[in-house]
């Protein structure tokens, strides 16, 4: 059974930092594109980051670019979200995916992507950022 479990979320001040996780079973994480979106109450989904599946490069989406730090352990079979210098706009549930359509990134944060188009996906964890 193919299964993500993110943790780490919580309630952080502006300005300051968090790391959530995925923790992935059922398969490697180097089968698929995996990263992170996130969708904010009555907002769409918005894609945060993602790790090919060939190489391992990162790509993020303008809004985080620099402040966010996407870390992959294939060991561990666990992907990390270093959370820097974070905005109230930072306020959503963060998913972890998995698109398997490709193994690379090209895809994965399109804009106006539905959550629908993602392959795997779980439950979420909740950031909140105070002002």
């Known amino acids: 059974q193919l299964q993500f479990v993110e943790s780490g979320g919580g309630l952080v001040q502006s300005g300051g930092s968090l790391t959530i996780s995925c923790t992935a079973s059922g398969f490697t994480l180097d089968y698929y594109a995996v990263g992170w979106f996130r969708q904010a109450p009555g907002k769409d989904p918005e894609g945060v980051s993602c790790?090919?599946?060939?190489?391992?490069?990162?790509v993020y989406d303008e809004s985080v670019a620099g402040r966010f730090r996407a870390i992959r352990h294939g060991g561990a079979n666990t992907l990390d979200l270093r959370m820097n210098n974070l905005k109230t706009e930072d306020t959503a549930t963060y998913y972890c995916?998995?698109?398997?359509?490709?193994?690379?990134?090209?895809?994965?944060?399109?804009?106006?992507?539905?959550?629908?188009?993602?392959?795997?996906w779980g439950q979420g964890t909740r950031v909140t950022v105070s002002p």
């Open positions: 995916a998995a698109d398997a359509t490709w193994t690379d990134c090209r895809s994965f944060l399109r804009r106006g992507r539905p959550k629908s188009e993602y392959t795997f």
């Open positions: 790790i090919s599946g060939n190489d391992y490069s990162i």
